[in-house]
């Protein structure tokens, strides 16, 4: 997710209660003067399912971060039907509490944000139908919010430069930013998937980093000779870190980094360059444009950035096409004939 402000009834966070965790005070009549915090949940409410939703998504090996986002929306709605005073029991949920409940996402949060929570309710919901929940989904003709396109821009050449100027040096800490830069540069991994290599996740003698995409995918992201260089330096000086025993391949200084601890060092080395804020997403883009600018092949686009369709990849072509036609005016000059 995009870092918007966050609050408990974010889909990110995840923090369940059980679906009996409602509680009731009952007498137990067999102990006087004593009472004991019971539930009485509707079975099939919302919030209820969602912590059976969580179970089914892991029994089927889902990513933790599909997990989290699918349940954290079912959250969510479960939240919004009770603030709105909407039922919230699975069988009594129409089309109108659907569409309200994103047309309030639409309110608060990006296109893009709502537009992703209408998608992980559609899997609930096809769950729901899939466990006799329901006969039926109230998303049956309720269509997607539409996401305007928003180009991501390229960073530039002069940008790239400055920040990996930033990182030259011998401390710990600039070789192995200097590395992690590096890999999202040469390689377009998504941050995600930099975050959770491990050491064993590098292979030098095929020069490629394993990593782990969307889906729980695997796949092998070639690397260049910069890249080399780069993690070489940055594991001799791993030697020497209290716990260079960790399997994860980032350390930090209470242990292995998290996304937020690298989308943090983005930032840092941004402003020691004296460049505007660049998420870690824009080196991605910024390989893949790259590649089809350079005349890489769309099919060899689609297996080294991990994408399955080719959404994605007309969505690069779309930019590439725009940057070509700016490059085609700047070279015929057409308003400087008088």
């Known amino acids: 997710m995009n870092p918007e402000h966050r609050c408990p009834s974010d889909p990110g966070h995840t923090s369940l209660r059980h679906p009996r965790a409602r509680p009731s005070t009952k007498e137990v009549p067999d102990v006087p003067h004593v009472t004991l915090e019971l539930s009485d949940p509707a079975l099939n409410d919302v919030l209820a399912l969602a912590v059976n939703f969580n179970l089914s998504l892991r029994a089927r090996n889902r990513s933790s971060e599909t997990v989290k986002s699918y349940v954290g929306t079912v959250e969510l709605f479960g939240e919004f039907l009770m603030v709105s005073g909407f039922p919230t029991s699975i069988d009594r949920i129409g089309r109108e509490h659907v569409e309200s409940f994103i047309a309030d996402q639409l309110a608060r949060w990006k296109p893009k944000t709502a537009r992703i929570r209408y998608g992980n309710l559609q899997q609930f919901f096809k769950w729901c139908v899939e466990e006799g929940e329901i006969t039926d989904t109230p998303m049956k003709n309720v269509g997607p919010p539409s996401v305007p396109e928003v180009p991501v821009p390229i960073i530039s050449d002069d940008h790239l430069r400055r920040i990996f100027r930033s ?7 600039q070789r192995r930013d200097a590395a992690i830069l590096r890999v999202l540069y040469d390689c377009g991994v998504r941050l995600a998937e930099v975050t959770g290599l491990g050491m064993d996740d590098v292979d ?20 260049g000779k910069r890249t080399s260089q780069a993690l070489d330096l940055y594991l001799r000086a791993r030697e020497v870190h209290p716990q260079t025993g960790s399997l994860a391949l980032w350390l930090g200084a209470k242990g292995r980094l998290t996304d937020s601890g690298i989308a943090q060092m983005i930032r840092r080395r941004c402003r020691d360059a004296g460049v505007p804020h660049l998420h870690a997403h824009q080196f991605r883009h910024g390989a893949a444009h790259r590649w089809l600018a350079s005349g890489g092949s769309e099919g060899d686009a689609m297996r080294l950035f991990g994408w ?31």
């Open 167 to 173: 990182v030259e040096g011998t401390t710990f800490e």
């Open 308 to 338: 399955r369709s080719r959404v994605m990849l007309e969505r690069y072509g779309a930019v590439l096409a725009d940057q070509r036609a700016y490059d085609s005016y700047r070279r015929l000059r057409p308003g400087e004939g008088l």
């Open 204 to 223: 030098w003698d095929r020069q490629v980093i394993n990593v782990v995409g969307k889906g729980s995918r695997p796949r092998a992201v070639p690397f």
